[in-house]
């Protein structure tokens, strides 16, 4: 395994003091990123969406229980399989308690494409007390294009078409059987009773929410995972892999 130079504390230091320069950059560039991201126009949601949930049927205003932002994690679970997807799982094994999101008027709600019944049986097993809600049977989950099916919409994913990924190396979204459940995450803001759609963001958009990543980007070792650099720090055996 490839590991850090050895070097003296002196050394150390002042290699140190040249990434916290960096890293100071990186926090403003962040706020700047930010404020963009609230100066984004929104679209108001005008079609009308149905959801099961625990308490039955629900309609897109409901998952937000009363607070005024809902953040939708799309979560892939397509109604043929018995699971949900491992990474998604991990995703939402990370989140933990969403107390101080409630308390700052916002609610996080997971979102799948699979029947209710298999929903609520896999959070049972994993223990989660997040809402979870099924949008079988709605065009929801196109609509966000996180179900690609190009007979009901046209295929676009994190905003390319499929001629576009078509083009790109990592492009297995384009190669997938159709329909082909992806992962993503979707903000809503309520004005009064109308609901506007705020931001959307796939592929790796949602890993700064993850504590574990976060947290293991601090590390010599980082995720260690074999994408990363410098090479050589990866795990022997790769994660598992979404269906």
Request: with cysteine; glycine share 6%; aromatic share 12%.
């Amino acid at each position: 395994m490839s590991l850090p130079d050895v070097v003296s504390r002196d050394v150390w230091v002042e290699a140190r003091r040249e990434l916290l320069a960096a890293e100071k950059a990186f926090t403003k560039e962040r706020d700047a990123l930010n404020t963009r991201r609230r100066e984004l126009p929104m679209v108001l949601v005008e079609k009308e969406y149905t959801f099961i949930g625990a308490d039955g049927s629900a309609g897109l205003l409901e998952l937000f229980e009363g607070r005024d932002q809902l953040v939708v994690y799309h979560f892939m679970f397509q109604p043929e399989w018995d699971a949900g997807c491992p990474n998604c799982t991990g995703f939402v094994d990370d989140i933990g308690s969403t107390r101080l999101l409630n308390a700052a008027n916002t609610t996080l709600a997971l979102v799948s494409r699979a029947p209710y019944e298999k929903l609520a049986a896999y959070r049972a097993a994993r223990g989660w007390e997040h809402p979870w809600y099924s949008s079988y049977g709605s065009d929801f989950n196109y609509d966000y294009h996180v179900t690609l099916d190009e007979s009901v919409v046209p295929f676009e994913y994190n905003y390319r078409t499929k001629a576009e990924w078509d083009v790109l190396p990592n492009n297995e979204h384009t190669q997938t059987q159709q329909p082909f459940d992806l992962h993503g995450l979707s903000c809503f803001l309520r004005v009064d009773e109308q609901v506007y759609h705020t931001y959307s963001t796939y592929g790796r958009g949602p890993d700064a929410m993850t504590f574990t990543a976060t947290a293991l980007d601090l590390t010599a070792l980082g995720r260690q995972e074999p994408w990363e650099k410098p090479e050589g720090r990866s795990l022997e055996s790769p994660g598992d892999h979404c269906h």
